[in-house]
Nanobody
Framework: QVQLVESGGGLVQAGGSLRLSCAAS????????MGWFRQAPGKERDFVTTISWSGGSTYYADSVKGRFAISRDNAKNTVYLQMNNLKPEDTAVYYC????????????????????WGQGTQVTVSS
């Protein structure tokens, strides 16, 4: 089992920045690919970004490319999501996820393919 706890969400004005953190415990953190998804009210859970166990590979949804950055610190069992130039359409609950293997992005983009989830943290961007 892997337990994931997100933090860092909040209310920010458009153009602002937030940094989300996801602390992991349980099984060896650096065996897992990590990812961030988000879910707005009434919508499906959408892929945001993922990072390989080593941090050497990252992928981003087109909607966040150039604005968001994922990183991980395996010594601290933590993955981060730096979000810059936030837009009102970024408003959602953001979820951290862990997967035991890195697969082609077509698989990693599907929330149903992930093994463990955090409880989510709300991000609200006002216009």
């Amino acid at each position: 089992q892997v337990q994931l706890v997100e933090s860092g969400g909040g209310l920010v004005q458009a153009g602002g920045s937030l940094r989300l953190s996801c602390a992991a415990s349980g099984r060896t953190f650096n065996n897992y690919a990590m990812g961030w998804f988000r879910q707005a009210p009434g919508k499906e859970r959408d892929f945001v970004t993922t990072i390989s166990w080593s941090g050497g590979s990252t992928y981003y949804a087109d909607s966040v490319k150039g604005r968001f950055a994922i990183s991980r610190d395996n010594a601290k069992n933590t993955v981060y999501l730096q979000m810059n130039n936030l837009k009102p359409e970024d408003t959602a609950v953001y979820y951290c996820a862990a997967r035991s293997a890195m697969s082609p992005i077509s698989i990693m983009r599907s929330w149903t393919k992930w093994d463990y989830w955090g409880q989510g943290t709300q991000v609200t961007v006002s216009s």
